[in-house]
């Protein structure tokens, strides 16, 4: 039996170049790299959208969001990769419901991502906030997925899911494959923990599609000229010497590793070119040519992708998928015992 790499995709809305950079582009590359040998699962998440934002787009960001992928290059005819929305498999709710039985009130109780999101646990946060991470364990289970390219935050969802997986399978057998613990997770994804995009104005911070100067981010639906001008106008340092160093040039550090993605050209070797130089302008204006080259060639892209070509894909995925999560729904009802 092939492993499973399985993950979910954010669908909210605009997205910033790092979301693209950290986030779209590393799945895209990773699923080309191991399609061949293992499931590559890469699906919407949307009935954990819900627990936030009920505002009527989320059909048409779904839409938006998996051709982003395919605009990406993500190869969805290849037989071994599934994009599917969570809420087309009811597996997801119903396995969600018995692992709800087999967690703990405690353990749910201290995902931080409960604390934040329900304001320290205020009364009045929904309860689709408090269950969020069991949900996430379904997704998991059900296709058995071993890794689980996710960020940071999520870390301590992957470690409940394995935790709730382990003591079921104490229980019952082993009806589930348990997630790689956090650390196999990173080395098998050798995922850049420095790969985050800073903002462009305020070099020491993230880069945040909810900033509210507009130089500071660069948009994936950004005029291509208008973005190369941000790229422009980035603050850098007084050093006046390029270094990639992120304490002391986040600045000139960014634009660096900006260009090694968008070149597709590795960090070292942009590194190597440009230490040393003296002309910032110049290396803006690399970054900035790359940057206008990237977006005409992602937007192009992405408007030649009809709505119809990506629900053929999904429904595809999703007929596929839902015969593997039923099994395995099938397999756990009869472990409880509401199933003979
Ligand atoms: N919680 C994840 C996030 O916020 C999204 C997600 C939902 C997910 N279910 C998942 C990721 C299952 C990986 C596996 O990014």
């Not at 499973?4 to 170049?17: C, K, P, Q, S, Y």
């Not at 296709?143 to 969802?157: I, N, T």
């Not at 850049?192 to 100067?213: A, F, Q, T, W, Y």
Request: hydrophobic share 40%.
């Amino acid at each position: 039996m092939k492993n499973t790499i399985l993950t979910g995709v954010r669908v909210n809305g605009e997205l910033t170049l790092g979301n693209f950079l950290g986030a779209i582009f590393p799945i895209v590359q990773l699923a080309a790299k191991h399609a061949d040998e293992y499931n590559v699962n890469i699906f919407v998440p949307d009935l954990h959208t819900i627990i936030a934002e009920v505002d009527g787009k989320l059909h048409e960001n779904t839409m938006k969001s998996i051709k982003y992928y395919m605009a990406t290059g993500l190869d969805t005819k290849h037989p071994n990769i599934h994009v599917y929305r969570q809420s087309y498999i009811p597996a997801h709710s119903e396995l969600t419901w018995i692992l709800d039985c087999f967690a703990t009130m405690g353990e749910t109780s201290r995902m931080i991502q409960y604390k934040e999101k329900s304001d320290g646990g205020k009364e009045s946060a929904n309860v689709g906030i408090f269950n969020y991470p069991i949900l996430m364990a379904a997704d998991i289970l059900l296709y058995s997925a071993k890794y689980v390219p996710v960020g940071e935050d999520q870390f301590q969802h992957l470690e409940l899911t394995r935790d709730i997986a382990l003591r079921m399978n104490k229980k019952f057998g082993e009806i589930f494959v348990p997630p790689a613990p956090s650390r196999e997770q990173v080395e098998f994804m050798s995922l850049d923990e420095g790969l985050r995009i800073r903002d462009l104005v305020h070099p020491e911070k993230k880069m945040s599609k909810s900033s509210r100067n507009e130089n500071a981010k660069i948009m994936l639906s950004d005029r291509p000229e208008a973005a190369a001008k941000k790229i422009m106008s980035a603050t850098t340092d007084s050093v006046g010497k390029i270094q990639f160093d992120m304490f002391n040039q986040a600045g000139i550090s960014n634009l660096l590793q900006i260009l090694s993605l968008l070149k597709r050209e590795p960090l070292q070797d942009v590194i190597a070119r440009w230490t040393g130089e003296s002309s910032y302008g110049d290396l803006k204006q690399e970054v900035a040519v790359a940057l206008k080259h990237f977006l005409q060639d992602f937007q192009e892209k992405v408007a030649e992708i009809s709505d119809k070509t990506v629900l053929e894909v999904l429904e595809e995925g999703e007929a596929r998928m839902r015969k593997v999560a039923d099994a395995k729904l099938l397999e756990v009802q009869k472990a409880v015992g509401i199933r003979r």
